[in-house]
């Protein structure tokens, strides 16, 4: 399993020491779990494309994994609201 994100810090650290200071400070991540901050690295080989990203950004991250992907491969969409929706509404 796979986590993209754009802070290869926090890859490193995921990847590392199995956790996430930033969000997670107290909980210990699966050491199954490999971060990366390559989109082609994370979705090459998957067998299911679980895509968690703010509402707005959904399209645009199918668009840039799309020439990576199977075609075969379901993609299921877990969206979540901005960070200013989150915390303001």
């Not at 199995?18 to 199954?32: E, G, I, K, Q, V």
């Not at 994370?42 to 840039?64: M, Q, S």
Request: charged share 25%; proline share 9%.
């Amino acid at each position: 399993m796979h986590r993209l994100g754009p802070d290869p810090e926090l890859a490193r650290e995921i990847d590392e020491r199995d956790a996430n200071s930033r969000y997670l400070a107290s909980f210990t991540l699966p050491s199954a779990l490999k971060a990366t901050a390559d989109l082609e690295k994370a979705v090459h080989d998957v067998d299911l494309l679980v895509v968690g990203v703010p509402t707005h950004g959904f399209r645009a991250i199918l668009a840039d994994a799309r020439p990576y992907l199977r075609p075969w491969i379901p993609v299921v969409s877990w969206p979540r609201a901005s960070s200013a929706a989150r915390c303001c509404g």
